[in-house]
């Protein structure tokens, strides 16, 4: 069963640890199939390296698992929500990757200081909130993604131009048209993360880009009238 989808998702999950994103065990990435509700994911607690195809887990929008020998990633209840509510993506990627972590960690938002971020995300990368211990003891994994969707409502946000969020005390989650994508994103987070620490430290009163600069980077690559690249 969707014996592509599975190997697209194996390729992206073991670009992680190729792109330095994440350590041991840590992180996953999934992918759906829309037409067939389904979407396939990393085996929970599997190591990367002694990872194959065929460990890769089918479950269905609930989160149910509809094939695969091995327990799926522990976070599946938040990429199944997220599929659910966020209905034009089509892959997600969790990591603990270093620096936006460090980010998340500190409870903030990350601001567009440069055009590496306006190519991506189209304005701050927000931080969600704290879960409540109710929600931890509840449901923890699944209200791991009610908060994301509850924050992108509250602030107004499209998913789609800002493809992540970082959870306070917790990690980033990325997403995208596919896997590949989710995790092209969660790459150049962590660099965006990596570039305003180290901007802060060179220059403490360091703002961040005007919008007209914001507005041409991010719609050059993504807008209606888009040219970067080829067709």
């Known amino acids: 069963m969707l014996e592509d989808l599975k190997e697209k998702v194996f390729l992206a999950n073991l670009e992680l640890p190729e792109q330095g994103l994440v350590k041991y065990t840590w992180g996953n990435v999934s992918q759906v199939d829309r037409e067939k509700g389904l979407f396939v994911i990393k085996p929970s607690g599997v190591n990367y390296k002694n990872m194959k195809v065929e460990d890769m887990v089918v479950c269905d929008l609930d989160g149910n698992v509809v094939e695969g020998k091995l327990n799926p990633s522990s ?11 966020f209905f034009n993506i089509g892959g997600i990627c969790h990591t ?25 995300f189209y304005g701050p990368v927000p931080c969600a909130r704290y879960l409540t211990e109710e929600e931890v003891k509840e449901a923890y994994e699944a209200n791991t993604g009610k908060v994301i969707v509850e924050t992108f409502e509250d602030k107004k946000i499209d998913p789609l131009a800002v493809p992540g969020i970082l959870l306070h ?3 980033p989650f990325t997403w995208g048209k596919d896997a590949t994508s989710a ?3 969660a790459a150049i987070l962590d660099e965006v993360c990596h570039t305003n620490t180290l901007a802060k430290l060179i ?3 360091a703002t961040d880009i005007p ?13 209606e009238n888009a040219y970067y690249g080829q067709k």
Do not use: I
């Open 203 to 205: 220059n403490p009163k």
């Open 211 to 223: 919008q007209f600069v914001l507005d041409k980077h991010y719609l050059r690559k993504h807008g």
């Open 96 to 120: 603990h990757s270093t620096y936006a972590t460090a980010f998340a960690q500190a409870g903030c938002e990350v601001t567009a200081m440069g055009t590496t971020h306006a190519d991506t």
């Open 183 to 185: 995790v092209m994103n």
């Open 169 to 171: 005390g917790h990690g």
């Open 75 to 85: 976070d599946t209840p938040t990429h199944a929500y997220l599929y659910r509510h």
